[in-house]
């Protein structure tokens, strides 16, 4: 089994800042891929950033600039650094890793639960 958790979500001011966090777990063999990606009310899920296995990052446009994605291959964790926040990037926030699990020939996509993230004006 492969769980993946999210923490650092929280209540911030506009122009605040809060670093997300996601571990993933279990009988990994490896991870390919990590990103996070968010839902607000009454909209859909949309990719935020994504970094694959060698480091190399891929970011929505409303988060070029402000947000920064890093990850620790050694430790299975991926880090979502936001700075600026404005009320608009209101939403839960997930997780998602691309796992090739312990004794499984092909990847598999978990998530996270989320991670509520708001932004007060």
């Known amino acids: 089994q492969v769980q993946v958790v999210e923490s650092g979500g929280g209540l911030v001011q506009a122009g605040g800042s809060l670093r997300l966090s996601c571990a993933a777990s279990?009988?990994?063999?490896?991870?390919?891929?990590m990103g996070w990606y968010r839902q607000a009310p009454g909209k859909q899920r949309e990719v935020v950033a994504t970094?694959?296995?060698?480091?190399?990052?891929n970011y929505a446009d409303s988060g070029k600039g402000r947000f920064t994605i890093s990850r620790d291959n050694a430790k299975n964790t991926v880090h979502l650094q936001m700075n600026s926040l404005k009320p608009e990037d209101t939403a839960v926030y997930y997780c998602n890793a691309d796992t090739l699990p312990i004794g499984w020939l092909r990847y598999l996509e978990v998530w996270g639960q989320g991670t509520l993230v708001t932004v007060s004006s």
């Open positions: 970094i694959s296995n060698g480091g190399s990052t």
């Open positions: 279990g009988s990994i063999f490896r991870i390919n891929a």
